[in-house]
């Protein structure tokens, strides 16, 4: 086991505000051993903002697809800028495997799962190699896959995976960047409730599943980075 046991039973501990467990993931012992990945999506600023709060320097990784929506790019240096993050990595797949396996940059088209293997699974993989663990985004609301999702997670390489926002509701979310008075991303208001890479993704209607419009039409709900064995 890669992180002390007291740790995990602190980031645990009953009555824990999402404040609290990113404090105890960022500070004392685990500082500088864990990275927060983001997606500078439409839900991202509030966790990123109160991760600055707590410690500008944390290394944040944004995986720089190559596929991104330009609103994105434009979002993930306004958004840093603001918080006044100081350590945020452009993880980028590897140069020769695109030239080796997506050349044309048309894999998304008929191998989606292979698509987001060669530009997400893969090099977040190997950023995440100096860590202990790493600190995500995601909600139990945001999808039926997600809805028993628990604030602290055992992957089967012995890191620990974080969720200080799993029982964030929408609303919650919603209300807090409004009393931060945080950036949106330009294209949640624009129907975008969840966004990924530019060609995979589509606006939704009002009151739909926020992230039916990715991969809308496949049998697909994830694009691999967090459907690796936990516990």
């Not at 600023?45 to 991760?51: C, T």
């Not at 990784?61 to 993930?76: C, M, S, W």
């Not at 969720?163 to 409004?178: H, I, K, S, V």
Request: proline share 8%.
């Amino acid at each position: 086991m890669r992180v002390d046991p007291s740790i995990i039973r602190s980031l645990q501990a009953e009555g824990n505000t999402a404040h609290d467990v990113l404090r105890i993931a960022l500070t004392g012992e685990m500082r500088g051993r864990i990275g927060l990945v983001s997606s500078f999506g439409a839900e991202s600023a509030v966790l990123l903002a109160m991760a600055a709060e707590i410690d500008p320097a944390v290394p944040v990784l944004f995986l720089q697809t190559g596929q991104h929506f330009p609103e994105t790019l434009e979002y993930r240096q306004e958004l840093a800028r603001f918080l006044g993050l100081t350590n945020v990595h452009d993880i980028h797949p590897d140069p020769a495997q695109i030239r080796n396996r997506d050349p044309e940059g048309q894999l998304w088209a008929f191998d989606p799962d292979a698509c987001c293997a060669l530009r997400k699974v893969e090099p977040l993989d190997e950023a995440l190699i100096p860590f202990d663990g790493w600190i995500t985004g995601r909600k139990r609301s945001q999808a039926a896959t997600r809805v028993n999702l628990p604030v602290v997670e055992m992957t089967e390489d012995g890191r620990i995976k974080v969720n200080p926002l799993a029982q964030w509701t929408p609303r919650q979310l919603d209300a807090e960047m409004t009393r931060r008075n945080l950036p949106r991303h330009p294209l949640s208001l624009r129907g975008y409730p969840s966004i990924g890479c530019a060609p995979c993704t589509l606006p939704v209607d009002a009151g739909a599943d926020p992230r039916s419009g990715r991969w809308a039409g496949q049998n697909k709900t994830e694009c691999g980075i967090h459907v690796r064995k936990v516990s």
